[in-house]
């Protein structure tokens, strides 16, 4: 399957894009999660933010997905940094999320990266 | 373990394969793993006449499934309506959308995939998150050997 060589998008927090952190560089595959705030009919630009910190997706390659502002979204994508460090998201897959527990949401992650370190770490040694 | 094992894709993908026997067998820790059932979003789908072929995307890895449309498991003996089954199951498996697929553990070309059983599409966004825990529960108190 030529589909294989599609990487994983590593979830992610909004406020962990930012310049210096580990999944902020270029080509990063991610998944972000966000209340829609605007959306641009004309450039297929969406920001959502989450925790008073917003993000820009490009979602020009979406179909079948209705924007609503005020409603959860997830997009699944690669990170597009600018050279004056701002970065775009560009989806390639976005679903609504309304009814996420964001919370419940944030500490399972931080719960599933834990154990992802483990899991590597137990077939390292 | 012939129940299906709830597993992220990092773990599903790094099984441990035996090729001595045929078809190849599984183990996770030393332990033998037949079925698995796994919960992500769709990233690729690829129709063909015979099967459709979906990744599975869980944020740990790609998970390649495979769901044949022309013929189902032993347990299904009327084939022309396990195949309308299938068949219904794979409309409803489309880009963007939360799935939890189950099935038969198997290998093609060396990687670790799933012949799906079932797959059903996720209404709930929680869905999601539940079957985290319930993989990181299961995996220490359940599936891990004893330390």
């Not at chain 1, 924007?67 to 976005?94: C, H, K, M, N, T």
């Not at chain 2, 078809?23 to 459709?52: I, M, N, W």
């Amino acid at each position: 399957m030529a589909a294989c060589s599609i990487k994983p998008a590593i979830p992610v927090i909004l406020k962990e894009l930012e310049q210096g952190s580990q999944f902020f560089h270029q080509g990063a595959s991610l998944r972000v999660t966000g209340k829609l705030q605007e959306y641009s009919v004309d450039t297929a630009i969406a920001v959502i933010t989450e925790a008073d910190v917003s993000f820009k997706i490009d979602t020009q390659h979406l179909r079948d997905l209705t924007f609503r502002i005020g409603s959860y979204y997830q997009f699944i994508g690669e990170l597009l940094v600018f050279p004056e460090d701002s970065a775009i998201l560009q989806a390639r897959v976005g679903r609504n999320v309304d009814g996420l527990d964001i919370n419940l949401y944030h500490r399972s992650l931080q719960l599933r990266r834990q154990f992802e370190v483990e899991l590597m770490n137990s077939r390292v040694t | 373990m012939a129940v299906h094992v709830k597993l992220l894709a990092a773990d599903l993908l790094s099984l441990a394969v035996h090729h001595a026997s045929c078809p190849p067998s599984f183990t996770r820790k030393g332990k033998p793993v037949s079925r698995a059932e796994a919960v992500g979003v769709v990233v690729s789908r690829e129709r063909k006449d015979k099967y459709l072929s979906f990744l599975v995307d869980d944020g740990s890895g790609c998970i390649p499934c495979i769901l044949w449309l022309n013929h189902r498991s032993d347990r299904e003996r009327d084939l022309g309506v396990a195949a309308e089954m299938a068949r219904e199951e794979a409309a409803t498996v489309q880009l963007g959308k939360l799935v939890r697929v189950r099935g038969t553990i198997t290998a093609y070309r060396g990687v670790v995939q799933i012949t799906v059983g079932d797959v059903v599409v996720e209404r709930d966004p929680n869905a999601e998150v539940l079957h985290w825990l319930d993989c990181v529960r299961l995996a220490k108190c359940c599936y891990d050997p004893p330390p």
